[in-house]
């Protein structure tokens, strides 16, 4: 490892630079890509080769850092990965400084939607208006615009209705590294919440009006009898065409 350029500050400075949450694999691609672009700098090529380990040590040693210091901003990790960003408690002053910025707040009913997906997810919209009694058309299609919520394939229940689940934005805007990080997870994964009644699904019967048995069918409950078969003429003659001969 290098003395003048720590691998701590090498990830401190990345962190820094990067507009979005960096992973494990990601970081240990850029140090390698800059130990290609300065072969013969022996400050950069001694992390070519870095081990997961040392870059989470390294990660945990930022941490560490910061909060023994007090300051201002600390290294966050998500399921995307790790980022540099300011803490919480300074939000006053940020909105002033980027009012332009301020996001729309959600809705309580989206609130209590978004929670409902994010602990029971994969769920149907049918599922979540069994648990709201309410309908959530406007709201799911809030969540989906917002990046929050996305469809995650269809259920194989009858009907085959929509699935969602929440995105990795949602992951990232939470703080949350995976889904276990929500509060209480196991235990409200557990509680039983209403669901949905099946959906019947009725064979097509044309115009909505009942099938009529065709005139050669036989009474309910019996079958017809079955034909005896056809005795087959070996070489049979060439049967005449109506009004003439056959060619």
């Known amino acids: 490892m290098s003395e003048e350029f720590p691998l701590h500050r090498v990830l ?27 072969k013969e700098n022996p400050l950069v090529t001694c992390y ?4 997961q380990d040392d870059i989470v040590e390294a990660i945990h040693r930022l941490e ?6 007090s300051r201002a901003f600390e290294v966050r990790e998500s399921a ?40 029971r997810q994969p769920i149907t919209r049918a599922d979540i208006e069994a648990v709201r009694g309410v309908a959530v058309d406007g709201v799911m299609q809030t969540l989906l615009d917002r990046g929050l919520v996305r469809i995650a394939g ?8 929509l699935l969602y689940e929440t995105t990795q934005y949602f992951m990232e805007h939470f703080g949350l590294k995976d889904l276990d990080d ?9 509680i039983p919440l209403p669901t949905a009644a099946p959906a ?22 019996e079958t ?11 070489n049979p003659e060439p049967a005449e065409a109506e009004g003439g001969e056959s060619k």
């Open 224 to 234: 017809l009898p079955e034909e005896p078969p056809q005795p087959v003429e070996e």
């Open 64 to 69: 560490e850092e910061y909060r023994e210091t």
């Open 154 to 161: 269809r259920s194989e229940v009858p009907g085959r209705p």
């Open 48 to 51: 070519a080769k870095l081990k």
């Open 12 to 38: 401190e400075a990345i962190l820094f630079a990067s507009q979005k949450p960096v992973s494990v694999k990601e970081l240990s691609g850029i140090c390698k890509g800059a130990a290609d672009g300065a």
């Open 80 to 119: 995307a990965g790790w980022q540099l960003v300011t803490r919480a408690d300074f939000s006053p002053w940020l909105r002033q400084l980027f009012p332009e910025n301020r996001s729309a707040k959600l809705s309580a009913p989206a609130l209590e939607t978004l929670a409902i997906v994010a602990y």
């Open 182 to 190: 929500l509060p209480n997870a196991g235990e409200l994964r557990r």
């Open 200 to 221: 019947v699904v009725e064979p097509p019967t044309g115009e909505g009006t009942p099938e009529l048995p065709f005139a050669g069918d036989p009474p309910a409950g």
